[in-house]
């Protein structure tokens, strides 16, 4: 059996910043389990931000990844997320889809950021 390599679709970039908030992708990369991505969140200039209100609890309720199929179907990554004082990090993988487009949303900040997949 023979294992493609994984393709880069898209990438690492900073999508935005709202503050001292930079919100980031690692790249988009369609390997072995599907497309991937890795999503962070950083306070640039160390405030604390990220240790106060909204932020306090690092996990899915403060960046949310979801895509959309073909199809139109809503599809749910498995994630997993690390954070320390001044980054949040979560690994997404969305496994075998076909994925027409990627949002990226961070409710603390009001920040939304789309990807069209299939370019």
Avoid: C, N
Avoid at 32 to 46: K, Q, Y
Avoid at 65 to 83: F, I, N, Q, R
Wanted: proline share 6%.
């Amino acid at each position: 059996m023979t294992i493609s390599a994984p393709r880069l679709i898209r990438p690492p970039a900073i999508l935005g910043r709202v503050g001292t908030i930079a919100v980031t992708h690692w790249g988009l990369v369609d390997g072995l389990h599907g497309l991937s991505t890795v999503v962070e969140i950083v306070d640039v200039d160390g405030p604390g931000v990220l240790q106060q209100g909204a932020w306090k609890l690092s996990g899915i309720d403060t960046v949310s990844v979801t895509a959309s199929s073909d199809a139109g179907e809503l599809v749910h990554p498995s994630y997993g997320a690390a954070a320390a004082r001044r980054w949040q990090r979560w690994t997404m993988a969305f496994g075998r889809s076909e994925l027409r487009d990627l949002t990226i949303t961070v409710p603390p900040i009001t920040f939304t950021h789309t990807f069209t997949l299939g370019d």
